[in-house]
């Protein structure tokens, strides 16, 4: 087959060419050709192809995501923001945290251990790219059912994946969550999260700018793997028959990505790059358009001098290969050569494949032979826009009128306590010890808090203790029944359990998952739930860094429950002030902070006691929200509590359990007056939080509730070896333990 140029495309108008078998519409080809001119060349359809996927362009998603940037609150520890590999935030003492989360959902199914791992490592790189050196990671999962025989094979898999990667990474996991769902069965999503810490003026952007200066392709060689990932895969509905495109899946060297770290943390320390950018999705034709469209002139890139793993690999494949651990960097002439003895230190391939160039055009060449020559703005940032048509289902009045405040309650404190005992052990609320377990997650030596703790936490600063913390949250059952409530408390939750830990909130990132697009339901819950989001950061006063969304997350006709992932961030001055979950010291009083009302519409009640879903998710307040924080925040610094627990899934009862059985102490429970037992243990009122308070400061932190207009309510106090709810039933924590751990061990043995 003869070469594609660019002179060949001129003369050669009418050759046919497969842009719909590369994901194009019609009018997209034609807007390709608009752009340029005449046709494409095969080389420069791959690079249009990638970069106007949905995956890479957010072409259906833009014009509801601009509102992060329209409604975003002012005067915060923002440094960088939506635009750039990952957002930055400033959290003092001369120190910036940059953090995202990313999702490989669709290569995860496939491919479960090889999908998980290089979605960890895409966004450690991300990190990378700007300044940064990653120290931990979190990972936001979702299943399909946890009795269904797929998910004995995806779970593993992708934990494994993870495990595997971020182990020899020596990055601790800090935090996530694991949700199973029949809705998530042919489409689990693997989102992953990473922070990176660095100080101010080392934070770095992906610009190439200053003619002459050199584009160097470092890290792994060009392969293979991963081609058309983010077009095919992550751009599409699987159809109901499953995915058969196994080849699409990157493959990831956890040991080559390590040395990439630290070169590239190495080759910044010397100031060696004026501009520099991951290769993850779309690989080349990502960061060569990249880093060209955001720099002031044009870019020449000689393609045949990337170093291959195949040797037979078209143009089209180098540029479209998503191969994984690789890094392109801008370097002034006289900096190449340092920059290479660094990359030798470490057994890093370097090789300078082009430079930028006073133009204002993306020149590729192919041994001599040119085949592209593009606008680099058209092919990176000018990509479709499309107003998808939206409208609110048909079935969602049905479905919020029929409300699970009318399902049946247990009748007396035998069913109550057996009902407990079935919503503690349920796959969603059991004990994610035998997933966690197979993560490193104190390696560093600076981790202070992680799994099952409210939020993951690192000490960044070994001097001063200063620190940050992470929680990522997301309830695809609450947004399913209102999307706009749904994905504010999904932020609210996140934001409650970083501050329960005594972190101050400060920003998030998202990972947005949803069905097709091209489902006008579908678009109007991710217009819902952008909506929700960006009105909730606005009012907590909490901006939106960056972060990912993710489509097409569908089956046939059947669509995931719309699942917006929010992670917040937050810091600590101290981490010795940390709260911990655990109840663990007997004579701690407990006091239940917030109000709780009958708030029952996708409970976990209701999902295991009646498999139902229906009625109106809890309400949100989120100035409520914000005034629990400062509580939690203040009571921490002070130390006025010693422990401190969210209420979210499964209410009281759950953190109780989840606390009791951290710290290895019972506790004796009084309902409060205004309550039933019921409602007391069930219910999901959002804006509450359980706290252990030392006697001694008990009069200070009640006053200052008090003060605060926060309702406070004694409920008890951490004693003896059973759960005890006065007038109703106990529960040794020996029975207890072993229904919430014997769980998931048994459906994945």
């Keep these: 087959m003869s070469l594609d140029t660019v002179k060949n495309a001129t003369e050669t108008p009418d050759a046919s060419q497969p842009w719909k078998e590369l994901g194009l519409k019609e009018d997209e080809y034609a807007r390709i050709r608009e752009i340029l001119g005449r046709r494409p060349t095969g080389a420069e359809l791959a690079m249009y192809s990638v970069m106007w996927s949905e995956h890479c362009s957010y072409k259906s998603s833009k014009i509801h995501l601009k509102q992060f ?122 989102n992953a999260g990473c922070i990176g810490v660095m100080k101010h003026e080392d934070i770095h952007l992906a610009k190439a700018s200053g003619p002459g200066n050199k584009v160097i392709l470092y890290g792994a060689r060009t392969g293979g793997d991963g081609i058309g990932g983010v077009s095919v895969l992550a751009s599409e509905t699987f159809d109901s028959t499953g995915p058969a495109k196994r080849p699409a899946v990157q493959v990831g060297d956890p040991f080559q990505e390590k040395l990439l770290i630290e070169c590239t943390l190495e080759i910044f320390k010397a100031d060696l790059v004026s501009g520099i950018q991951d290769l993850g999705g779309a690989g080349l034709s990502c960061a060569t358009s990249e880093l060209a469209s955001a720099g002031s002139g044009g870019m020449r890139v000689e393609l045949d001098t990337v170093p291959l793993r195949d040797a037979t690999l078209s143009p089209e494949e180098i540029l479209m290969s998503e191969s994984q651990e690789r890094m392109c960097a801008i370097v002034e002439p006289a900096n190449v050569d340092a920059f290479m003895a660094i990359c030798e230190k470490w057994d890093v391939i370097a090789t300078v494949i082009g430079e930028v160039t006073d133009g204002e055009r993306l020149e590729i060449f192919w041994h001599g032979e040119q085949v592209v020559d593009v606008p680099p703005r058209s092919v990176a940032h000018e990509g479709p826009t499309y107003h998808r048509p939206y409208a609110r289902p048909e079935w969602q009045d049905a479905l919020q009128a029929d409300d699970a405040g009318k399902l049946p309650r247990p009748t007396t404190s035998e069913e109550l306590r057996a009902q407990v005992l079935a919503l503690v052990s349920s796959p969603n609320q059991a004990s994610k010890s035998w997933i966690t377990d197979q993560y490193d997650r104190f390696v560093q030596g600076n981790t202070v808090l992680s799994q099952p703790e409210d939020a993951g936490m690192v000490r960044i600063d070994e001097e001063t203790n200063l620190g940050v913390a992470m929680a990522t949250d997301g309830n695809g059952r609450f947004a399913k029944l209102d999307p706009y409530t749904g994905a504010q408390l999904a932020l609210a939750e996140a934001y409650r359990n970083v501050s329960a830990t005594g972190a101050k909130p400060l920003a998030i990132s998202d990972c947005l998952n949803f069905g097709s697009p091209e489902d006008p339901g579908v678009m109007w819950q991710f217009a819902e739930a952008c909506r929700g989001l960006a009105d909730g950061c606005l009012e907590l006063g909490t901006p939106v860094t960056g972060g990912n969304v993710s489509l097409y997350n569908q089956t046939g006709d059947t669509a995931i429950h719309p699942t917006p992932v929010v992670a917040v961030l937050g810091v600590i001055d101290d981490v010795n002030r940390r709260t911990p979950m655990a109840f663990a010291e007997a004579g701690q009083l407990l006091y239940l902070l917030g109000d709780t009302a009958g708030e029952f519409g996708g409970s976990a009640w209701s999902e295991v006691v009646h498999q139902h879903l229906g009625g109106m998710p809890p309400k949100v307040d989120l100035g409520r929200e914000k005034l629990l924080g400062e509580i939690l925040i203040s009571a921490s610094r002070d130390g006025m509590i010693d422990a401190a627990h969210d209420l979210s899934d499964g209410g009281v009862i759950q953190a109780l359990t989840e606390s009791c059985l951290r710290g290895g102490n019972g506790a004796r429970i009084v309902v409060p007056e205004a309550l039933d037992a019921f409602t007391f243990l069930f219910s999901e009122s959002a804006g509450r939080a359980i706290v252990a308070v030392p006697r001694s400061e008990e009069l200070r932190f009640t006053d200052m509730c008090g003060a605060r207009g926060l309702p406070a309510t004694r409920i008890g106090v951490v004693d003896g070896d059973e759960i005890e709810i006065q007038g109703e039933f106990t529960l040794p924590l020996a029975e207890l333990r072993q229904a919430h751990e014997a769980t998931i061990p048994a459906l994945l043995a």
């Design 69 to 190: 940037g329209e409604k975003a609150p002012e005067n915060t520890a923002m440094l960088v923001g939506i635009g750039e590999n990952a957002g930055v935030v400033d959290v003092g003492q001369g120190y910036a945290v940059t953090f995202k989360v990313e999702s490989h959902n669709h290569p995860s199914y496939i491919e479960p251990y090889q999908g998980a791992a290089t979605g960890i490592g895409g966004i450690v790189r991300d990190i990378l790219a700007m300044g940064a050196r990653p120290v931990a990671v979190v990972d936001p999962l979702r299943f399909g059912a946890a009795d269904h025989p797929d998910t004995k094979r995806v779970l593993p898999g992708v934990v494994a994946g993870i495990g595997g990667y971020g182990n020899c990474l020596g990055l601790p996991n800090i935090g996530g969550e694991v949700v199973f769902d029949a809705c998530y069965q042919g489409n689990p999503l693997v």
